[in-house]
């Protein structure tokens, strides 16, 4: 059974920076893409990040670019989201998933969800 836990999210001021991360059991890490989704109140879940399977190649939404960094350690099954310069907009709750397909921006890409972490930025 493939669970997702994520960590990190908070209540951080405008300007700041927190790192989630997402740890991944069930099944082989280095096999399988990894990203990051979010999710504002009464608003759809939106792409943020992803990851190819060896961590060459990352994908942003045009929101992300420049101030996230995603990342993986394969050794650790976990999968990073570094987010600098953060704007109450980014206020969400971010959601990690997992691919048996590839790197995309779509959720139904995704077979896999954790539960959430939420990440509160005030201005």
């Known amino acids: 059974q493939v669970q997702l836990v994520e960590s990190g999210g908070g209540m951080v001021q405008a300007g700041g920076s927190l790192r989630l991360s997402c740890a991944l059991s069930?099944?082989?890490?280095?096999?399988?893409?990894m990203g990051w989704f979010r999710q504002a109140p009464g608003k759809e879940r939106e792409f943020v990040a992803s990851?190819?399977?060896?961590?060459?190649?990352?994908y942003y939404a045009d929101s992300a670019k420049g101030r996230f960094i995603i990342s993986r350690d394969n050794a650790k099954n976990t999968v990073y989201l570094q987010m600098n310069s953060l704007k109450p907009e980014d206020t969400a709750t971010y959601y990690c998933?997992?691919?048996?397909?590839?790197?995309?921006?779509?959720?139904?890409?995704?077979?896999?969800w954790g539960q959430g972490t939420q990440v509160t930025v005030s201005s």
């Open positions: 998933a997992a691919s048996r397909t590839g790197p995309g921006s779509s959720v139904r890409g995704y077979d896999f």
């Open positions: 069930g099944r082989t890490f280095s096999s399988i893409c």
């Open positions: 990851i190819s399977r060896s961590g060459g190649s990352t």
